[in-house]
C-alpha cells in the first residue's frame, strides 16, 4: 500500500527532529532545514527502502524531494 511507504519516509523525518510531532504534506523539507544537505543521500535512501525503488542520483531532480507530497507523487504513486 503505498501511504504506508510514505509514512515511513514522514517517520524517518520526525525521528530525526524530535522538537516535532506533525508535518505537513506540502511543508518543504529543504526551506524548513528538515532535510539539509547531510541528510539528503540518508533520506534517499530512506524512501529507496520504502517505495523499493531504486533512485538514481545522476537523475535526480531537487523538486521530487522538497515536499512529501512531492516524494509521495514522485516514487509512491500507484500506476
Known amino acids: ?3 504506508t511507504g510514505i509514512e515511513d519516509v514522514r ?4 525521528n530525526r ?8 504534506p ?3 523539507l529543504i526551506e524548513s532545514r ?3 544537505s547531510l541528510s ?3 533520506l534517499v535512501y530512506a524512501i ?9 542520483f ?5 523538486q521530487d524531494f522538497q515536499t512529501l507530497s512531492a516524494i509521495e507523487k514522485a516514487f509512491f504513486a500507484t500506476v
Open 1 to 3: 500500500m503505498a501511504s
Open 11 to 14: 517517520a524517518w523525518i520526525l
Open 17 to 24: 527532529h524530535p522538537e516535532r510531532d506533525t508535518l505537513s
Open 26 to 28: 506540502d511543508e518543504n
Open 34 to 36: 528538515l532535510v539539509d
Open 40 to 42: 539528503f543521500v540518508e
Open 48 to 56: 529507496e527502502g520504502a517505495s523499493g525503488v531504486e533512485i538514481d
Open 58 to 62: 545522476d537523475t535526480i531532480d531537487i
